[in-house]
């Protein structure tokens, strides 16, 4: 089953749509505010919340973008996914890349069952230098065995990529082919965790 991660702006149909065009059983759909009730036929919706600033009521699925106090929203925020990792502000040194992971959070990831994830969009898009620091990462999580996923993010329905072009890409950034196979599901046992 795959299944993708986009952030609508009042645009849930066309990237319903465009989900279905691309091979996708399913959509996870965050929403800053509480989220809208959308019904599809033969189409897994699952409204999830993105959260930040504070620790929110655990009803569903809670997302967070990790650029910014990542290790109290590892440790206190403890939601069901981080992503954007890799938008720190600190500036890479010569010996290793600003990241913001480390083995020490790669542990609590582990531990508090948070699944790491990795935004395509911002990787085709977005500054050059960021896909340095997703590989790093992506090291990390193979090394400490962490839940990630590739998922597109995507705020309109042009940014969506089908799931063999991410796993190619997975594969292209030096995902081990074991780890692709894990990380394509980590999506798939979070939809059945919320049935």
Not at 86 to 96: F, I, Q, T
Not at 126 to 142: A, W
Request: hydrophobic share 40%; aromatic share 8%.
């Amino acid at each position: 089953m795959n299944i993708d991660v986009v952030i609508p702006n009042g645009n849930e149909k066309q990237l319903i749509s465009t989900a279905k065009n691309l091979g996708f059983d399913g959509l996870i759909i965050l929403y800053e505010k509480p989220p809208k009730e959308i019904n599809e036929k033969n189409f897994i919706i699952i409204p999830a919340e993105l959260s930040e600033k504070h620790i929110a009521k655990r009803k569903g699925i809670l997302f967070s973008r990790g650029h910014e106090n990542t290790r109290w929203i590892f440790e206190k925020l403890k939601p069901s996914a981080v992503f954007n990792l890799e938008l720190g502000m600190e500036k890479d040194r010569m010996s290793h890349r600003s990241s913001n992971l480390d083995q020490v959070l790669c542990k609590i990831a582990k531990r508090n069952k948070i699944k790491i994830g990795f935004n395509v969009s911002m990787m085709i898009y977005g500054d050059k230098k960021i896909l340095g620091r997703v590989i790093q990462n992506i090291r990390l999580c193979q090394k400490y065995d962490n839940d990630c996923f590739f998922a597109s993010f995507a705020r309109n329905p042009n940014e969506m990529r089908a799931c063999h072009d991410m796993k190619a890409l997975a594969l292209a950034l030096g995902m081990s082919t074991e780890f692709i196979k894990k990380t394509f599901s980590v999506l798939d046992i979070m939809n059945n965790k919320k049935s």
